[in-house]
């Protein structure tokens, strides 16, 4: 048409035909391996996100689906491996994947805050039977060891209370009984004594039998 051929006229008059060049193959895939050398990434370093990606989906296929406290090393692997992913890789992990990485974590931290728990109770608990063996054979000076005891198993909770064996709870109860009957004991004893003593007095205050003394 008239307008296509003034056109070629215009890249005529403007260009001559050396300066309107097409790069060959050759020239292009120079320039193309260039550019992966010197932009943002490498084709090698492509291949290695690629495998990182992999090899982390990898540790956390691995994790099982039931957790335990033994699986914390297989779960501590796959979380460094994730976290030490860039964002642009991480993006690259289906969701349902990181939400397995992350009900795992989340398990783990529950099963060891558990455990760490039971071992301070246990060890509470341990402190308190130690009071408890400590009274021995009860006397009136055990009074203290007694109280001790049995204050602080009442501090405990009833978690800690669960590792106080019956038998011991029982022994603690048999020693505040034992303790009670001394008391008692030594409380007739004193009552005994008190009033013979007054007894007593009355006998000395006689002094030199005379009639009068019938009345004293």
């Known amino acids: ?44 370093e492509e291949k290695e996100s690629i495998k990182q990606i992999n090899d982390c989906i990898d540790l956390i296929v691995a994790i099982p689906s039931e957790i335990t406290l033994e699986d914390e090393t297989t779960i501590i692997v796959a979380k460094n491996a994730y976290d030490a992913l860039k964002d642009e890789q991480k993006a690259e992990i289906n969701s349902r994947i990181t939400d397995t990485l992350n009900n795992a974590v989340k398990t783990l931290n529950e099963l060891k805050a558990a455990k760490e728990k ?26 203290t060891a007694i109280n001790t005891a049995r204050e602080a198993y009442e ?26 009957e001394l008391k008692a004991a030594k ?18 205050a006689i002094g030199t039998v005379t009639l009068e003394s019938e009345t004293t």
């Open 155 to 180: 501090a405990l909770t009833a978690d800690q209370k669960a590792y106080v064996s019956e038998e011991k709870l029982s022994a603690l109860t048999k020693s505040e009984n034992t303790l009670k």
């Open 187 to 204: 409380e007739k004893e004193e009552n005994d004594k008190k009033a013979a003593n007054e007894v007593i007095a009355k006998i000395d």
């Open 118 to 143: 039971e071992e301070n109770d246990k060890k509470v608990a341990n402190e308190v039977i130690a009071k408890i063996d400590a009274i021995g054979t009860v006397t009136l000076e055990s009074e």
């Open 1 to 44: 048409s008239a307008d296509g051929n003034l056109e070629k006229n215009k890249l005529k008059n403007s260009k001559t035909e050396k300066e309107v060049n097409v790069p060959s193959l050759d020239s292009f895939m120079s320039y193309t391996e260039e550019y992966l050398k010197t932009g943002e990434f490498t084709l090698e």
